[in-house]
């Protein structure tokens, strides 16, 4: 990442325990939850913990020693190198953690209010990415596409609004998708939790959010780094969330857990200004108009609704990329209301017959399988007939995988044949067939 550019749209580092914008009690209670749980009594590894700067810590230590919460155990360590102060929880702060703990089992990282965020993801905003055309290029340049592809999703990627991919199935519009991911390349500031009504919700995932190495690990390090941005926050990638067919409405929602009386945050939320890809759209248990219904508010206005256990509705920032892809018509799975609201709308297709034959000849120089013009003449004029001449980009790569599969069975050199060809076709259809029970 352009340092300068980090710099730029880094999330000012604290200086004070009010800079975090939560309450002193709240913050009390997740310390003392923390020292609880982890038994940390230093305030280097306490910093670590609470992704706060030492400075902070030591104000909230004691603001807890006043209280009489915690106390003081003298230097940690005598003749050793470290003469760092140690900390322990008294009886009293036992008790106050474990009530704590009843309440919420959060514990670790300082959360950050949901409004401080927002302007956050406005600072780092997808719509913000400058998309050129040597990007998309290069993140797909292992793809076969037509010329004026990329002279639609250019504009598209960059206005980081909404796309619909659609058209016949084996054309590459999930390997587009992830293209698209690819290009965009930069880094953003991710939250490990957000603080909204005195609840915690947890955003920061290892699964979705790609973190970026950070060189030095040495205890000084946390203090020299404090002053370049708030801790509290995680550099990653732009992220990406992939769903297909397993996508649920459900799963755009707030998720508790009872047990430990916290939430985490749904998919649409941990994906903020990266990308959210709907694979297969049609696949899914609900119905794709009654899953684009569900994403209307958050196209047109930039916010999405969440609701609390309680019931309380509240508003999130929506900066996010949505992709939907799909091997349906549009007009067949959406109403015009629902295709006016997704800006752009690009049909992918199958290539035609030159097309075809320029994957195809790349794909067996890759596979170092050698071309056959009578195997080629056999499938273009006796196979693709059958199916009334429609390529796709898949076949290729399949027909040839199939032939070198039969190769190395039979033990002989890779090779191309009009009787290759016929055993490699059977695979990539079903006849069809009545199976009698």
Not at 346 to 360: A, C, R, S, T, V
């Amino acid at each position: 990442m352009n340092m300068q550019t980090a710099d730029m749209i880094a999330p000012p580092a604290l200086k004070t325990a009010s800079e975090t914008g939560l309450t002193t009690v709240m913050m009390r209670d997740i310390l003392l939850k923390t020292m609880f749980r982890t038994n940390l009594e230093r305030i280097t590894d306490l910093e670590r913990a609470l992704c706060v700067p030492g400075r902070v810590v030591q104000e909230l230590v004691d603001l807890c020693r006043d209280g009489g919460l915690v106390e003081a155990m003298g230097t940690l360590h005598a003749g050793a190198q470290s003469t760092e102060m140690g900390y322990r929880l008294s009886d009293t702060g036992k008790a106050r953690a474990l009530d704590a703990l009843s309440q919420s089992e959060y514990f670790g990282a300082m959360p950050i209010p949901m409004d401080v965020y927002a302007k956050q993801v406005k600072r780092q905003s997808i719509r913000n990415i400058q998309m050129t055309r040597g990007q998309l290029t290069g993140a797909m340049g292992h793809l076969i596409l037509p010329p004026d592809l990329l002279d639609q999703l250019g504009p598209a990627v960059g206005s980081g609004r909404s796309i619909l991919m659609y058209g016949p199935p084996g054309n590459g519009k999930s390997s587009i998708s992830n293209g698209i991911r690819d290009a965009l390349g930069d880094q953003i500031y991710v939250p490990r939790a957000i603080e909204y009504s005195g609840q915690v919700i947890t955003v920061y995932d290892p699964i979705v959010h790609t973190a970026v190495e950070e060189e030095e690990t040495e205890a000084t390090a946390l203090r020299r780094k404090d002053k370049k941005f708030d801790r509290r926050y995680v550099i990653c990638d732009r992220p990406t969330v992939i769903t297909g067919g397993e996508l649920t409405l459900d799963m755009l929602d707030l998720v508790y857990n009872p047990t430990a009386r916290t939430y985490t945050a749904p998919l649409q939320f941990k994906s903020t200004g990266g990308v959210f890809i709907v694979d297969d759209l049609g696949r899914q248990a609900d119905p794709p108009q009654a899953l684009i219904n569900r994403w209307i508010v958050p196209l047109e206005e930039s916010k999405d609704i969440l609701a609390l256990q309680s019931g309380e509705k509240f508003e999130v920032p929506f900066d996010t990329l949505v992709i939907f892809s799909t091997n349906f018509h549009p007009n067949k799975i959406f109403d015009k209301a629902a295709l006016r609201r997704i800006f752009y709308k690009i049909k992918i297709d199958g290539p035609d017959q030159e097309g075809f034959l320029k994957i195809f000849a790349m794909v067996a120089k890759k596979k170092k399988m050698p071309l056959s013009q009578d195997a080629l003449i056999h499938l273009l004029k006796n196979k693709y007939p059958t199916i009334d001449n429609v390529y796709a980009n898949y076949q290729p790569v399949f027909l040839i995988d199939q032939m070198i599969s039969i190769c190395e069975f039979e033990g002989i050199p890779y090779q191309m044949t009009p009787e290759l060809i016929d055993r490699a076709w059977e695979n990539m259809f079903v006849k069809e067939e009545e199976i009698i029970h």
